[in-house]
């Protein structure tokens, strides 16, 4: 009786249960069922246009929008049996599919089984960001119940088959087809529906004229699980398998894989801008023009694909940036966005290492420092209030023992001269010039700040360079240019903001002094950080790198473009001494190669600056028997003399 008892207790809470699901699912179907009903063909429709004002980026609007029953019937069979093929059974949410995901995630201990239904693809498409936050995905779950709610299964197809992304700007079926095959939706046949069925998944890689191997497998798999399903005849099979597709869309000499790390950064810039409201997104769409340079953005990719190709768990991040302006032409969040859609360009913020220290030497210069003025490179140890000591290493324990000049040391990045710099100055000096800079991370005086311990974004960090770069203006990193509606209004400007913040003979001393870095002329007790990729320099340009045991970074510029880059594991894993290599060879790689064929332009020497030739080492004026010399910058009436006073000599260090 007891027993008995307990099973009815047991059913009854089953059965209220099941009561409140039903009446909760029941509440959320009428309330969705009476609110407004999102207008699909418009919601959230954008499109982004490069610097040149082609379209490069089409959300859910459609230039080319087709209804279904003018899609071929290949078509839609093959992306249902591809994507979703309990489709019309389920009403948005595939629950056996989820749970066949999770079974094969958790068991290959990987991420690789997806359970989007079309239904929730095209509610995603409806998004106008490309976060995978929790936010997001519950977002994403509501706007499925409603598409399902209000809309026919037809209509969401419809509207899905409108806005997918099938490769090389083209957004929507007839588009595709289009480009592909020259051909409408309609008039698509088996063998080419298969293939266009297979480039959803990931456009870059499935693309047939950027990778014909990789699509034809993909189209083989499909047409073979269409049979095996008995979506089609062993006939129409063999009939699809031997046909020979012609493309007509040309190959594009931009391949760029990672152009969503770019979109993606638009958007949380867009989400910045009070003048847009958020109706015009919900109703008419808008028009994004932006500051892409295909071009760059293309070479920035091919020379982070060509150098870096080790650890595929080590990340990179780099912004290519118009230094008069602060335009953004090239930005890349990671090695594959397929992969990983956090975007290290926008979201992240890694210490900087000795990227540092051009900020303190500017620092230094408006304080009377001159390119030959010396401290001693030696070991040592820094004595503060309460005892407390300091002993920073210059990389690889290699010190002069001798005094040199700050040419030399920004040449071998010395962490003595540079922690010496600070301390003469006074610790809050370094602290004021980076945030005239424009840098707003929290930034502590401390006496290690000037090698890097900061955690700064790599936007602001090449936006505080291109100060350096356009001699003295404060510039910020930006992507958007302008937003128009649908209707051609204007709805948003950027407009030009130029502060002068620098004296420009000194950013002229500063950039000339970035170049020693691979300069030969420097080869004494150590060698130049970058002079390994010396021979791959073609033109005049300043470069600083970093290091800390986490992170790596190359940034560098001259009057026309500069490059930040930067390397590192998201879960700050120790970075291999060998790894080093690659943010200089990525930098180098992409500055060179965007400057090809454009003239070398530097500097124009200011009135009030004289050059004077030096022992590059002591910056001392050079005499004849000194086997280095080089002609170095200052300010007039500034000029070395054999007699000038090493620094260590006016504050005592211990």
């Known amino acids: 009786m007891k027993k008995f008892r307990k099973l009815k207790l047991f059913a009854k809470i089953c059965c209220c249960f099941l009561a409140f699901i039903v009446l909760s699912i029941g509440g959320v179907y009428f309330y969705i069922k009476s609110s407004p009903k999102l207008e699909i063909k418009s919601a959230n429709a954008f499109l982004m246009y490069d610097k040149s004002?082609?379209?490069?980026?089409?959300?859910?609007?459609?230039?080319?929008?087709?209804?279904?029953?003018?899609?071929?019937?290949?078509?839609?069979?093959?992306?249902?049996?591809?994507?979703?093929?309990?489709?019309?059974?389920?009403?948005?949410?595939?629950?056996?599919?989820?749970?066949?995901?999770?079974?094969?995630?958790?068991?290959?201990?990987?991420?690789s089984q997806g359970a989007s239904t079309i239904s929730q693809q095209y509610a995603k498409n409806l998004f106008l960001d490309f976060?995978?936050?929790?936010?997001?995905?519950?977002?994403?779950?509501?706007?499925?119940?409603?598409?399902?709610?209000?809309?026919?299964?037809?209509?969401?197809?419809?509207?899905?088959?409108?806005?997918?992304?099938?490769?090389?700007?083209?957004?929507?079926?007839?588009?595709?087809?289009?480009?592909?095959?020259?051909?409408?939706?309609?008039?698509?046949?088996?063998?080419?529906?298969?293939?266009?069925?297979?480039?959803?998944?990931?456009?870059?890689?499935?693309?047939?004229?950027?990778?014909?191997?990789?699509?034809?497998?993909?189209?083989?798999?499909?047409?073979?699980?269409?049979?095996?399903?008995?979506?089609?005849?062993?006939?129409?099979?063999?009939?699809?398998?031997?046909?020979?597709?012609?493309?007509?869309?040309?190959k594009s000499d931009v391949n760029v894989a990672n152009i969503m790390y770019y979109q993606d950064a638009v958007m949380r810039e867009l989400k910045e801008i009070n003048e847009i409201p958020s109706s015009y997104l919900e109703t008419g769409g808008i028009r994004i023009y932006t500051n892409l340079d295909m071009n760059a953005q293309s070479i920035l990719e091919n020379s982070i694909k060509n150098n870096l190709t080790t650890d595929k768990n080590l990340q990179v991040s780099s912004v290519m940036m118009e230094p008069s302006t602060g335009k953004i032409i090239a930005l890349v969040g990671g090695r594959d966005y397929n992969k990983s859609q956090y975007n290290r360009a926008v979201q992240s913020?890694?210490?900087?290492?000795?990227?540092?220290?051009?900020?303190?030497?500017?620092?230094?210069?408006?304080?009377?420092?001159?390119?030959?003025?010396?401290?001693?490179?030696?070991?040592?140890?820094?004595?503060?209030?309460n005892n407390q000591n300091y002993s920073p290493q210059n990389y690889g324990n290699q010190y002069g023992n001798k005094p040199i000049s700050l040419a030399t040391a920004i040449a071998y990045s010395d962490n003595i001269y540079a922690v010496k710099t600070h301390m003469f100055l006074g610790e809050d000096a370094l602290v004021n010039i980076s945030k005239r800079l424009g840098i707003t991370s929290k930034l502590e005086e401390i006496p290690s700040l000037p090698l890097g311990t900061a955690e700064i974004s790599i936007k602001e960090m090449a936006a505080a360079y291109s100060a350096f770069a356009n001699e003295g203006y404060k510039v910020e990193g930006y992507l958007i240019s302008k937003i128009e509606d649908l209707k051609g209004n204007?709805?948003?400007?950027?407009?030009?903001?130029?502060?002068?913040?620098?004296?420009r003979s000194?950013?002229?001393?500063?950039?000339?002094?970035?170049?020693?870095?691979?300069?030969?002329?420097?080869?004494?007790?150590?060698?130049?950080t970058a002079i390994g990729i010396a021979p791959k320099i073609k033109h005049k340009l300043a470069l600083k790198s970093g290091t800390t045991d986490t992170d790596h970074w190359s940034i560098g510029y001259n009057p026309d473009i500069c490059t930040a880059v930067w390397i590192g594991y998201d879960?700050?894993?120790?970075?291999?001494?060998s790894d080093y290599k690659y943010s200089r060879n990525i930098w180098v790689e992409a500055m060179e190669n965007y400057l090809e064929g454009k003239e070398d332009t530097w500097y124009e020497q200011p009135n009030n600056v004289v050059g004077v030739l030096v022992n590059p080492i002591t910056g001392k004026p050079a005499i004849e028997t000194d086997t280095q010399k080089k002609i170095m910058y200052y300010v007039k009436g500034t000029e070395p003399s054999s007699t000038d006073t090493v620094f260590d000599e006016l504050l005592e260090f211990n």
Request: net charge negative; charged share 25%; proline share 3%.
């Open 131 to 250: 976060d995978k936050t929790w936010e997001r995905k519950i977002n994403e779950m509501w706007l499925t119940m409603q598409l399902e709610v209000h809309y026919s299964k037809d209509e969401i197809l419809e509207g899905y088959l409108n806005t997918i992304n099938y490769g090389h700007g083209m957004y929507g079926i007839e588009n595709a087809a289009r480009f592909y095959f020259d051909k409408s939706a309609k008039d698509l046949d088996l063998a080419e529906s298969a293939m266009l069925a297979g480039i959803p998944k990931s456009p870059s890689y499935y693309s047939p004229i950027v990778n014909p191997e990789l699509a034809r497998s993909r189209q083989l798999n499909i047409l073979n699980n269409l049979k095996k399903n008995k979506v089609i005849t062993n006939e129409e099979y063999e009939s699809a398998k031997a046909e020979e597709l012609v493309f007509v869309g040309e």
């Open 53 to 111: 004002g082609e379209l490069f980026f089409q959300g859910s609007g459609s230039q080319e929008w087709v209804n279904l029953e003018d899609i071929s019937p290949y078509l839609i069979k093959t992306t249902i049996q591809t994507e979703d093929k309990h489709f019309y059974k389920h009403h948005g949410f595939d629950l056996l599919r989820i749970l066949k995901a999770m079974y094969v995630n958790i068991t290959s201990r990987s991420k």
């Open 506 to 528: 000194l950013t002229f001393i500063l950039s000339n002094l970035l170049t020693s870095t691979y300069d030969s002329a420097f080869i004494d007790y150590n060698y130049p």
């Open 490 to 503: 204007v709805l948003y400007e950027r407009k030009e903001q130029k502060e002068v913040i620098l004296n």
């Open 349 to 385: 913020v890694r210490q900087v290492g000795s990227t540092m220290k051009p900020f303190l030497y500017y620092a230094a210069l408006e304080n009377g420092f001159t390119s030959s003025t010396t401290f001693t490179s030696e070991e040592t140890t820094f004595t503060f209030a």
């Open 571 to 577: 879960d700050s894993t120790p970075i291999s001494t």
